[in-house]
């Protein structure tokens, strides 16, 4: 991976004298690893859900980068958002004899029994950005403020259409806009904290008339987008476009919670004949992820904003987590009350994330590495 990881736990880990060895995780393939290799430094097992995405390849990369330079082996899997593939990936990896497990679930709901399967074998698990669901063998878990993402996501709607300034301030705009909620993938328990923090920001605006929904669809399962999909989101977004606005009125916002979802809405929005820009008419749309086609789009005055969540420092921690797990101690967490999995409170650590408007990528993305300038420019990392 071209963008170099720093681990802060590396050092206290080498200090306890873990035996360094080489990695042969395979994105996408068996990752397999020989028996007497795992049982030098420890395995661990990184069950990712996809690589139709950007976000989680690069995800995927840096824990399996980070794990490797503490020292560790690390079975990197990618389950082609295929719920089955991802429960038989992680039996596997339990009688490979992985000693800790870090999974992005598909389904946060569906790994019951492959969480039993580690619990028997005192195997610890690390939810990571996605909770698992409906089982008490969840030990740790790595993510964002997901609440605040959604408060962001809203904060950059109202800024888009004029209701806010960038410092919070109250803007110029008197509205009233019409605007269109989009939502997350219901089986996964981040969608709803962004969803709850989007819309906990929007209703007062709603309450008073500033912002219609026209559609009246404001509630999670209407506004959901199965398996976060751009075409799925596209295809609602084109019959919604029929349905509420072939009067002649007009949409100005989008409330879109993922960089996928918002390209999907505006090529419908543009297919419409909105835009092509937002100076051109393009109505405001969020994002989240800080995709590098994305990053282009709001560049390029197309998407307005999206939300950056630096998955370096994501995978830092995952990282800090499982080597205080392999040592035989208990993970900071910063937050103990906020993430009910419906059978316990997991303890977890909440990392912080940024607005990303077209006057600063310079500072939030290309300065702190993420991105070069070229790869704005071409929308395409390198």
Do not use: H
Not at 108 to 131: C, P
Not at 287 to 307: C, H, M, P, R
Request: charged residues 20%.
């Amino acid at each position: 991976m071209r963008r170099k990881i720093f681990v802060a736990a590396v050092g206290a880990v080498m200090a306890l004298g873990l035996a360094a060895c080489s990695g042969s995780g395979a994105g996408g393939g068996s990752g397999s690893t020989g028996d007497a290799t795992a049982e030098e430094g420890g395995l661990i097992g990184v069950a990712m859900p996809t690589q139709t995405s950007e976000r989680w390849i690069n995800d995927g990369e840096a824990v399996k980068e980070g794990l490797e330079k503490a020292g560790y082996t690390v079975d990197l899997e990618y389950a082609g958002d295929d719920i089955p593939t991802q429960q038989q990936q992680i039996d596997q990896m339990i009688t490979k004899g992985a000693k800790l497990l870090i999974v992005a679930s598909i389904d946060g709901t569906a790994l019951a029994n492959q969480l039993q399967s580690a619990a028997d074998k005192g195997i610890k698990v690390i939810a990571y950005d996605r909770l698992i669901r409906d089982s008490a063998n969840v030990d740790f878990y790595v993510t964002f403020d997901n609440y605040k993402v959604g408060v962001q996501q809203a904060t950059s709607l109202l800024v888009g259409l004029g209701l806010l300034n960038a410092d919070g301030s109250a803007g110029t705009a008197t509205g009233p806009f019409n605007i269109e909620l989009f939502a997350g993938s219901l089986d996964d328990n981040n969608a709803k904290f962004f969803f709850d923090g989007a819309i906990d920001t929007l209703q007062p605006y709603i309450d008073e008339g500033t912002l219609v929904v026209k559609s009246g669809q404001t509630s999670i399962e209407q506004a959901a987008t199965l398996r976060w999909l751009q075409e799925t989101a596209q295809k609602r977004m084109e019959d919604l476009l029929t349905s509420t606005y072939s009067s002649g009125d007009k949409l100005q916002g989008v409330l879109s919670p993922y960089d996928g979802i918002s390209r999907g809405i505006i090529t419908a929005l543009q297919n419409a004949g909105y835009g092509p820009t937002i100076t051109d008419g393009l109505p405001i749309v969020t994002g989240q992820d800080a995709e590098i086609a994305s990053v282009k789009l709001i560049n390029d005055d197309v998407q307005f904003a999206t939300i950056f969540k630096d998955t370096r420092k994501l995978a830092d921690q995952a990282v800090i987590s499982a080597s205080a797990f392999m040592a035989g101690e208990t993970p900071e967490a910063n937050d103990t009350e906020a993430y009910d999995n419906g059978v316990k409170v997991v303890p977890s650590f909440l990392l912080q994330s940024d607005i990303v408007y077209k006057d600063n990528i310079q500072s939030l993305l290309i300065d702190s590495g993420y991105y070069t300038e070229a790869e704005v420019q071409a929308g395409q990392a390198g």
